[in-house]
Nanobody, 116 residues
Framework: VQLQASGGGLVQAGGSLRLSCAAS????????MGWFRQAPGKERELVAR???????NYADFVKGRFTISGDSAQNTVYLQMSSLRSEDTAVYYCHLNTWATRKNYWGQGTLVTVSS
């Protein structure tokens, strides 16, 4: 399984970005797919994920600002980020967890920099 992430970049505070993550190699019936992030000197943390049943989970610090969505036909997950803050600056990693096999897959990170 390969996860290809894209969409990072530099944006001013208050602006928006959309991240994309496309999965290839296999399809799974039951899974969670989403985004983690890691800022310099900090641990990697969950940002948002969407589950195969369509339910979503968000970290408290992004609720109301970020929206995760999925296109199952394209095996792609999107993270729409709005009202970005300087503290959102981090490397964002796409993640796939397969429930049946309990495996974790990671995409390459994409850097999001929010300037204040």
């Amino acid at each position: 399984v390969q996860l290809q992430a894209s969409g990072g970049g530099l944006v001013q505070a208050g602006g928006s970005l959309r991240l994309s993550c496309a999965a290839s190699g296999r399809t799974f019936r039951s899974y969670s797919m989403g985004w983690f992030r890691q800022a310099p000197g900090k641990e990697r943390e969950l940002v948002a994920r969407i589950n195969s049943d369509g339910s979503t989970n968000y970290a408290d610090f992004v609720k109301g600002r970020f929206t995760i969505s999925g296109d199952s036909a394209q095996n792609t997950v999107y993270l729409q980020m709005s009202s970005l803050r300087s503290e959102d600056t981090a490397v964002y990693y796409c993640h796939l967890n397969t429930w049946a096999t309990r495996k974790n897959y990671w995409g390459q990170g994409t850097l999001v920099t929010v300037s204040s």
